[in-house]
């Protein structure tokens, strides 16, 4: 059972960057494929961004390539979502999930409680 906790979600203002982690409790975490989805209010969940287990290929919803970036450090069991450009859109509910890097978010087995993030323009 992979245990995932969120942080660095907060209120910002459009334009500036921010950092979300995602810490896994468990030691095997190097073996899973990992994502962010987010859910505005009043929307479905969406997916954001996915990563492979070794971090050489990731993969984004055309609504974040170019200004989001997932990264992970198999040493610290954590991954990341660098988020630059933030705009009032980008306003959500933040999850990290683990064991795919599809799109679809009935392939993931186990998810974090999520972080807001809400960027006022």
């Known amino acids: 059972q992979v245990q995932l906790v969120e942080s660095g979600g907060g209120l910002v203002q459009a334009g500036i960057s921010l950092r979300l982690s995602c810490a896994a409790s468990e030691r095997t975490f190097s073996a899973y494929a990992m994502a962010w989805f987010r859910q505005a209010p009043g929307k479905a969940r969406e997916f954001v961004a996915s990563i492979t287990y070794n971090g050489r290929a990731t993969y984004y919803a055309d609504s974040v390539k170019g200004r989001f970036t997932i990264t992970r450090d198999n040493a610290k069991n954590t991954m990341y979502l660098q988020m630059s450009s933030l705009k009032p859109e980008d306003t959500a509910v933040y999850y990290c999930?683990?064991?795919?890097?599809?799109?679809?978010?009935?392939?993931?087995?186990?998810w974090g409680q999520g972080t807001q993030v809400t960027v006022s323009s």
């Open positions: 999930a683990a064991g795919s890097t599809e799109r679809s978010e009935g392939r993931y087995p186990y």
